[in-house]
């Protein structure tokens, strides 16, 4: 047997270690260099590929519909954008193709340059784009106020609806989204009914479809909804409306390319920004969200229990940035649409269990193999349909998540402003309407300050509601200068801003009042205190929750950053005594520091809780059995807070079993514990915590046969069981679920949580307990290192089961009893989360 990791003769499968060859390395290893070579194509790439490929055909033609543009143009953005940016962008798993964002603006550089000037309109985009890729420029395009941005996309998905609209209704849009307002009357007082009926079916089936019932609408979910309704609509209109209008393809050999730009200079200049900036932030923002669906998708446990998709790669939003720009330039050469990635097409294939830019750069195959094999079925396809699919992406551009979060930003006036303009101006100006009223709004806040000065029992009020700028200076003296010499006085200081002017006037009449014997408090509005004592502002660390990170907080304590790099150049070295006294004071400051921050801070918040429970008496929830190791902190980890745990804290988290050992040599105060909290407080669970890197289990595996019987050895020989499981061949290996342990160390740690919950069942009040189905054990695991929580699957917490595996608790989890077991017996590399 290896001295250093446990080994077995069990061969099979599921508990053998993986060779070095099979690419296994340690949680904190850096990640492998991705691999160069050939392309590589799951199974879920393929499938992701097909239903994308289905979404992005229809969506492509209309879109083209939408902006007059020829129908093939659009499958050949489709096909470029699913090819050339799937394989050279930055966000793997981003779909690329025609630009929603781009339907109004399109459509206007056609009806005034032509098809084929806006092709070259299109190139001149593709290498501006480029060129602030490798400006590394993507980033600070985001840096936009969120409103602008979703204002615009808004004020653009509302164009799109207006003029889809009219088409539905059997018309020809008009030129603008105002015009397309006025004209709606007159349409709407005279059409064809067969259009509007398509339009009103595919609108229907869009909606419908994701939300059919029980087991068939489970089945028929697979089929993508655009799919489906451009189906069903095609079909039915094929059989009750044969002559209504449909899609026309025109010969490849017509197809039309592009031609040097003809027109105004400063008018092209404008048109090439305008559809960089819109393509280039429809993508940037889809390539968040994609991110953000992702790591959603990776910490979810799939409801059929498989292994969820392996975590993709963060997105580089400048190398995204120049493939779009690639991917536009080769479009307009070609003679398609402008390109950007997709919402709509990326969410669908996240969802849809892509792993890879396989799926992407396939579905861009599947519509150029499409384009030329498939246009006598697409021609069947009814214009009425493709619109009505536009006009519900275009609605979908007004996010109400997005009005909400603006209008809780207070913001609202900014999105506004922005989506109004785009509606009546055009997509440049209505940005432009957006920065303006943005930063008018903010001079607005930042100049509005109200201070007010009010008196009670001879102390003083000053009140700052707003941001503390130099404009507010004048006022702010003015007020403060009135007050009395020596004055005990509190400043509310109710902002989130305070320039250097500002900072100066309070710091000035601060020391002026306090060297006249004036008692100063600054708090915010809640009433707490905000000033900080002049070690903690000279302090490295940040306040996590009530206390600090004390280990970096003693650099600066007592003294200056300047003045404490003088002394460790110029004072000698400290003997051995002074450095153990200093340690000795340092300890006890740090002690008295910490019990005057809560009385100061913390007490004033939970008195009328303490107060309330030493009324009623304790009545925790659990009993909370775990390490006496100084990194565990129990309420932290467990966001609990007074009366919540009973805990009881040991050397290795051990629970001697009932009747180990002679009376004289027993020790019950873990039995006592425990007994006190079954049978006394009635708790409902008990949870044994073990932690990665546990001193006694490194004491267990490094202990000789010669070790002194100390009383520390005698405490950890109730540790011993649970090192002859971890070595036996009889149990199964405890481990964390996707990987292995990744050493000696850490199994023990684990088998220990399992072998001490053996033991807190063999307790005689805990077992009656079990037997009554009143009490419930977990076992639970804490890698300090990560931050990260593990819990024990049901069967092995309750000694049901065989599995030994400790699943990941992911952020936003939440236990029921219905969905636990669910969760918790998941396959391997699965994760407890909501």
Known sequence: MSACVPTRDDHSSRNARPSRASGFKRPHSPPPPPRRGRFRVSGADLSASITVFLIAVPMSLGLAVAMDAPLAAGLVSAAIGGIVAGLLGGTPLQVSGPSAGLTVVTAELIQIYGWRTTCAITIGAGLLQILLGSLRAARS???????????????????IALA?????????????????????????????????????????LLVVWPRLPGRLGASLGRIPAALAAVVVATAVAAVATPGIARVDLPSWRSHALPELPQGPVAGLAAAVFTVMLVASL?????????????????????????????????????????????????SGLAGGLAVSGGAVRSSANVRAGAESRASTVMHGVWVLLAAVLLVTALEWIPLAALAALVMVVGIQMVSFAHIRKVHRHREFLVYGATISGVILAGVLEGVAIGIVVAVAVALHRLARTRITVTEQDGRYLVSARGQLTFLAVPRLSRLLGRLPHGVDAVVE?????????????????YAAQTAMGGRIEFTGRSGGRIAEPASAAHSCCRPWTPWRNHHCHDRAQDATPTTAVAATQTAPETPPTDRASSRHRHGA??????????????APLVREELARLAAEGQRPSQLFLTCADSRLVTSMITASGPGDLFTVR???NLVPPPGTGDESSNDDSVAAAIEYAVDVLEVESITVCGHSGCGAMQALLGAAPDTPRTPLWRWLRHGLPSLERMRSRHHFWARIAGRLPTDAIEQLCLTNVVQQLEHLRAHESVARR??????????????????QAYLLTEGASSG???????????????????????????????????
Do not use: C
């Open 141 to 159: 395009a985001l840096a936009v106020s969120p409103a602008i941005v979703h204002g615009t996309l808004a004020g653009i998905g509302v164009a």
């Open 164 to 204: 889809q609209l009219h088409i539905v209704l059997g018309e020809a849009p008009q030129s603008s989204a105002l015009d397309n307002v006025l004209a709606l009357p007159a349409h709407l007082a005279q059409f064809e009914p067969a259009a509007p009926l398509i339009g009103a079916l595919t609108i229907t």
């Open 282 to 330: 429809e993508s940037l923002l889809a390539a968040v969200s994609v991110d953000k669906l992702a790591a959603d998708r990776s910490t979810t446990t799939p409801k059929n229990g498989s292994t969820p998709p392996p975590p993709v790669e963060r997105s580089d939003l400048d190398r995204e940035l120049r493939a779009q720009g690639v991917a536009n330039a080769l």
């Open 493 to 509: 200081l109710d902002g989130f801003f305070m320039d250097h002017a500002a900072y100066e006037t309070i710091q000035d009449w």
């Open 589 to 602: 400051h740090r002690l008295l520091s910490g019990l005057s921050s809560f009385q100061r801070t913390t």
């Open 650 to 652: 040991n050397v290795g």
């Open 770 to 787: 079990l037997a009554a189905g009143t009490l419930q054990l977990h076992g639970m695991y804490f890698h300090v290192g990560e931050a």
């Open 800 to 834: 049901t089961g065989p599995d030994e595996v400790f699943v990941r608790v992911a952020p936003g989890a939440e236990w029921s009893a219905e969905s636990g077991a669910e969760a918790l017996h998941a396959a391997p590399g699965t994760t407890v989360g909501a």
